[in-house]
């Protein structure tokens, strides 16, 4: 590759930074491949990697004014890929450091918050997958104490402010919250989960 854009290149960044979706149309047909690949050797996922490719060039779109012409589209789209394939995994991280401590019992979930575990395979998958179900079915007053508090790393003070609540009713909601979602991920007696 070289040092900059083409001429051609510079042409199409310029029309569609001017508003031309049908320049940036262009653009994208030229990267879409090689980026794919990028991010599928990334992430390792097929169906992630083409929604971080796809999120990728919205992302790209609405920032079309930060790009720097004098070089070329496809280090500026990487850049924002390899962004995206970061941001998805530390999600990936939390949710299976979340899907580990709800396995664990009660009294250890807040010391094992710090550990990163290393899960990996199909049925991890499948135990996320139910888990962020579980999560979704929720009712609203426990999972977003849940979330604020496990996920995004709010103390029961700083989610009870967000809440409108106290950081005790913060601590009891997600109690609830872990209760709840332990019974909806327990195997069911032929061995299934529910």
Known sequence: MTDGPDEDERQLAAAAQAGG?????????????????????????????????????????LALERYDSRQPFAFWLRAIALNKCRDHGRRQAVR???????????????????????????????????????????????????????????THQQAGAQLGITAKAVEMRIRRAKELLRTALAPSRDGAAQ
């Open 96 to 154: 299976r450091r979340f899907l580990t401590l709800l396995s664990l019992a009660p009294e250890a979930l807040d010391e094992e918050l710090l550990s990163e575990p290393e899960l990996s395979g199909v049925d991890d998958e499948r135990r996320l997958r139910r888990l962020d179900q579980a999560i979704a079915c929720l009712p609203r007053r426990y999972k977003e104490p849940l979330l604020l508090v496990l996920m995004a790393g709010l």
């Open 21 to 61: 979706r049908a320049a940036f149309d262009q653009l994208v047909r030229r990267e879409k491949r090689p980026l794919y690949r990028f991010v599928r050797r990334y992430v390792g996922n097929a169906e992630d990697a083409y929604d971080i490719v796809q999120d990728t060039f919205v992302s790209a779109w």
